[in-house]
């Protein structure tokens, strides 16, 4: 059964993006673009992506993976990717990218089967980590911490995850970010 993992990067102050769903101070960040011989590795355990519209949205026009979908590969290799959104959105030519909406728990039988025995990596948007999380879907939080804040922007987890479903496992240094990493455990039972 494959775990879904929340793998992403925020400011000190716990901003995914800015107020315009940039993700600009993370490339400007020292080791912001990527190529970190652990994140290759937790690559390669990667079965099936899922992004939220907004993230979706910004690497495609950010990267012009329109214009250029021989980018897509390159970061995502040809794995299956949800892109979870309530509006139309243009697919990059030539990727595998399954546009949803509605309940993730709707789609995670499509998703796990696709995923086979790797993990499910949520790229971003921390609602829709935690609309995993709230289904009791969500297994690992891996947060980077940048050294940057943002005064206002697209928080981490917009909602209450307390300390009685978190374990921290491991802490890390990785170049100028702090990696930290939680098990997540189900909801309560209501």
């Known amino acids: 059964m494959p775990r879904v993992i929340f793998y992403t990067a925020t400011t000190l102050n716990g901003f995914l993006a800015d107020d315009h769903d ?9 080791g912001g673009e990527g190529g970190d011989d652990d994140f290759q590795r937790f690559l390669s355990g ?6 939220g519209s907004s993230t979706y949205r910004w690497v495609v026009e950010h990267e012009d993976l329109v214009a250029h979908p021989d980018k897509w590969p390159a970061y995502y290799g040809d794995r299956p990717t949800w892109v979870f959104s309530s509006r139309e959105q243009r697919a990059v030519p030539g990727a595998d990218i399954r546009f ?3 309940d993730v728990a709707a789609e995670w039988p499509a998703i796990r089967d696709a995923a086979g025995e790797r993990d499910v990596w949520v790229v971003g948007g921390g609602d829709l980590a935690g609309q995993f999380a709230d289904a009791g879907l969500l297994d690992e939080i891996r947060v980077s911490i940048a050294p940057a804040t943002l005064p206002s922007g697209k928080p981490l987890l917009p909602r209450r995850i307390g300390a009685e479903r978190l374990t921290l496992t491991a802490v890390r240094k990785a170049g100028a970010f702090a990696e930290l990493t ?4 189900a909801p309560a039972a209501e």
């Open 22 to 30: 940039s993700l600009e101070w993370l490339f400007a960040a020292p």
């Open 46 to 51: 990667i079965g099936v992506l899922v992004q």
């Open 100 to 102: 949803a909406s509605g």
């Open 182 to 185: 939680y098990a997540v455990g």
